[in-house]
Structure formats: C-alpha cells, structure tokens
C-alpha cells in the first residue's frame, strides 16, 4: 500500500511540474506574440527572397550602383556597421515608443543577453556545422577545388590565391566579401544580428503601433538578408536557421529582471538607473 501511494504521488507531481511547466511556455509565448509575428513573417518573405536567388548567376557583371547598395545593406549588419546600426535604433525607437527611463535598463539588459548568446551560438554552430558558403561551390564548378569543403582544409595563402584567380570571373564586387569572410556558412551572422534587432525593436514598435518604423524595419532586415544571399556568401537555409536561433532565443531570454532587489538598489540610484 505505501508503494502504491508513493507512486501516485511520483505520478501526481510529475504532471503538476509538466502541467506547471506547459503553462509558464504559453503564457511566455503569449508575452512574445508579436516577436513571433514579425519571426513567422520573415520566414514567409524567405520564399520571394529565395526564389529572386536562384535567377542569380555570379559570373555576370555587375554594376556599380548595384554592388554598392548591397555592400551597405551587408555592412549595415556586419563588423564595419553594426554599432552604428544599433545605435542609431535605440535612438530611433526609444524617441518612437516614448520608453520610461526606469524600463531602459531592463531593455538594454535584454538586448545585451539576446545579442551576446546569438553571437556565441552562431559561432559554436558554424564549428559544429562547417557548412561550406556558395562561393567555394562555385570555385569547384570552376575546377579550381575538388570539393567545396577542400577550401576550408587550405592555408590563407592559398586560399587568397583562389580568391585572384576568381577576380577573373566574378564581379570584384562579390569578392571583395568572399575574400573578407572565410569562414563556415550556417547560419548567417549577418541575418542574426538583423533579426535580433527586428525581433527586439519590431515588437516594441509594434506594442506602440508605429507601422511604418515597423515596415521600414522589415525591409532593412529583408534586404540584409538577401544581400547574403546575392553576394554568394550563403544559403537560404542560413537565413532560415538564423531566424530560428534568434527565435528561440527570444522566447528563452527574459524580460523582467529583480532590478528592485534591496541589493541592486544603492547601486542602481547611485547611477541613476531607477
């Protein structure tokens, strides 16, 4: 008979904790409706943007004008832009939303944790995954590799070495990047960055109903994307699985942090954070 107790028991308090746990994922998910929104919204405009990637051949020329818009919308998102970029959204939409000081810190904290944890896991994905970019299948159909992931197994001279003898076929638009970035495909770093900020800075434009900030937020994160893909440095599905990581993240990471707590209160006054 105690057995048969102790099982109920076992048995009860298993489903309260899965019933306990199931409960606080909707009501998170709920709490990040419109992340989710503008997240199941990227990955429909993946289709057009795929498809216009597939028409893409890199041995055509390219013009200027071209080249140039795709170059900025790529550093906009990437090493030489994206302090500028970041800093001019949270100037942007903090004037927009009208956020109270005291809520500033919570959100900077936020943003900190989802953009450092995309960042590290992006890398610790591309070591696991050594996907290799478009560009090294575009040297194997050009006989100059024998597998697109012999590239990644050469030394920097040589790869620097493939990377002329390129110039001779494609636009020195496209490999001006290729010769900047040499490192795995999935996922796409740019596309993280750019959808951290569409998932962290769309949904409170969206809270505030500021549409049009909305739009214009999208179709930078749209055009980030697809530079990646029309400068040949990566699939769609780096896209797709960039998107992804940032969604979780945003689901995982909270909102809300004890900032109220006796303990972080002297310090926080003394900076005149709350």
Not at 71 to 98: I, M, P
Not at 152 to 172: I, T
Not at 206 to 233: D, N, P, Q, T
């Amino acid at each position: 008979m105690t057995r048969y107790w102790h099982y109920r028991t076992e048995v009860f308090y298993n489903a309260h904790t899965v019933f306990g746990w199931s409960m606080v994922m909707k009501a998170r998910i709920m709490s990040c409706k419109r992340a989710l929104i503008l997240l199941l919204t990227f990955v429909l405009l993946l289709i057009p943007l795929t498809l216009l990637s597939l028409q893409l051949d890199f041995t055509q020329p390219v013009s200027d004008s071209v080249g140039r818009v795709m170059t900025y919308l790529t550093h906009s998102a990437g090493k030489e832009g994206f302090l500028f970029t970041l800093f001019f959204l949270v100037c942007w939409v903090g004037w927009r939303c009208h956020i109270p000081r005291h809520q500033w810190l919570n959100k900077s904290i936020q943003l900190m944790l989802l953009l450092g944890l995309a960042m590290v896991l992006k890398m610790g994905m591309k070591a696991v995954t050594q996907e290799p970019r478009p560009y090294t299948e575009l040297m194997t159909q050009s006989l100059l590799l024998p597998n697109a992931g012999h590239f990644y197994k050469l030394a920097q001279p040589k790869q620097e070495a493939l990377m002329l003898a390129m110039e001779e076929k494609v636009s020195p638009w496209r490999v001006m990047h290729w010769q900047g970035e040499t490192d795995f495909s999935f996922p796409s770093g740019h596309t993280v960055f750019a959808m951290v900020c569409l998932l962290y800075f769309g949904s409170l434009l969206a809270e505030k109903k500021h549409y049009l900030s909305l739009g214009a937020l999208l179709i930078w994160v749209s055009g980030v994307a697809y530079s990646r893909l029309w400068l040949g440095m990566h699939h769609p599905v780096d896209l797709l699985g960039a998107a992804l990581l940032v969604g979780v993240l945003y689901l995982l990471v909270p909102q809300q942090y004890p900032l109220q707590h006796p303990r972080f209160k002297p310090w926080l006054r003394r900076w005149h954070l709350v």
